[in-house]
């Protein structure tokens, strides 16, 4: 069996100043996969590309947002990193041992250790949104890993698995793919008690993931629900509760986020964001962490153009909140939108 998969936005984006910018880019995602039955079990061969590098290094401005370094020397701040080329190459192997239970293999080169919940982008409650979350790096960073070694069983409605993968984060390089020891590690427990629920509690330790201070370590907590149920003949509802934490340096901060989104027919789908973080890299450099939130609210019109492929338009808008201390470097609570046109081939 073959599959495969367009996401394409051109998307302009708007971020109020005294540090906000504006920037027009492309972003989404082309996969492919390919299974087939081999000893009793399942293959999967899978590749998952981004035009993200294209962006250019700085990535798109997103106020509150910290992360990977745009240049190898300094941190990116209040702009999203573009992600690299390649966000997986993979292959697994899945074979039941009864009705009941199932074990299963993954390697990936990049790839995907156990570790939070689906990555922003893959996320329904979500996933019509061209604006990634600030809580990125406290959920589901680790969503492009090169290097990753993953081992589960599946038994009913619970999955235990664990990875073995490259700590450090992708650099500023973002064609080219990375090699490098599986110094870190991850587990996460995962239960499904209903069709529409699932559930996942993880923890994490990596190996000098940042670049830009690689002596130090991470220690990173993550637990998710994501409740997804039917509307209608064609709709859906999903939404998303998410909490991490990270520890580095003897500094612990957590960050929290709940999404929503409703699509009552093919057409039309509304979708809701409002997160939470502490953020201890908004000056640039490591210093005091400061408790940011931020909003967002938006929609798309699909039209068909095939029985494939769909072409549509949306807007969203963007309220961010700021403490007292950060006001004067802000402006105040500056606020942000994106409008964007998106191509969908499935």
């Known amino acids: 069996m073959f599959m495969g998969h367009g996401l394409l936005n051109a998307v302009y984006d708007w971020q109020e100043r005294p540090r906000g ?5 492309v972003s989404g995602m082309l996969m492919g996969s390919a299974r087939r039955k081999v000893a009793g079990g399942d293959f999967q061969l899978r590749a998952m590309l981004s035009p993200d590098p294209f962006m250019g290094r700085s990535g798109y401005p997103l106020l509150l947002a910290s992360g990977e370094t745009a240049d190898g020397l300094t941190p990116l701040v209040d702009r999203q990193h573009p992600h690299d080329l390649f966000m997986e190459l993979s292959a697994s192997y899945s074979r039941p041992l009864s009705e009941a239970t199932s074990v299963f293999a993954y390697v990936g080169l990049p790839g995907e250790p156990a570790f939070g919940p689906p990555a922003f982008m893959h996320r329904q409650s979500i996933l019509d949104s061209p604006e990634a979350p600030i809580s990125h790096h406290w959920l589901d960073s680790t969503h492009i890993t090169f290097g990753v070694v993953t081992a ?23 064609y080219d793919i990375e090699t490098g020891p599986l110094d870190s590690t991850a587990v996460r427990l995962s239960w499904n008690p209903t069709a529409e629920l699932a559930l996942q509690a993880s923890w994490a330790h990596a190996q000098g993931p940042e670049q830009l201070e690689p002596d130090e370590n991470q220690t990173k907590l993550s637990a998710s629900a994501i409740y997804t149920r039917p509307i209608g003949e064609s709709g859906s509802w999903s939404t998303t509760f998410a909490w991490g934490w990270r520890k580095s340096d003897g500094k612990g901060l957590g960050a929290y986020v709940v999404e929503t989104a409703v699509r009552p027919d093919e057409t039309w789908t509304v979708f809701a964001r409002g997160e939470r973080t502490e953020n201890d890299e908004l000056s640039g450099t490591h210093g005091p962490a400061f408790r940011v939130g931020k909003a967002s609210l938006g929609a798309i019109r699909d039209f068909a153009v095939s029985e494939r492929a769909k072409i549509g338009l949306g807007a969203l808008y963007s309220w961010n909140f700021v403490p007292e201390t950060l006001e004067a470097a802000y402006g105040g609570d500056p606020n942000g939108a994106m409008v964007f046109a998106r191509l969908k081939v499935e």
């Open 21 to 25: 910018d504006e920037k027009v880019f």
């Open 152 to 174: 589960g069983i599946v038994h009913r409605d619970w999955k235990l698995e664990a990875s073995r993968f490259r700590g450090r984060e992708p650099d500023e390089h973002r």
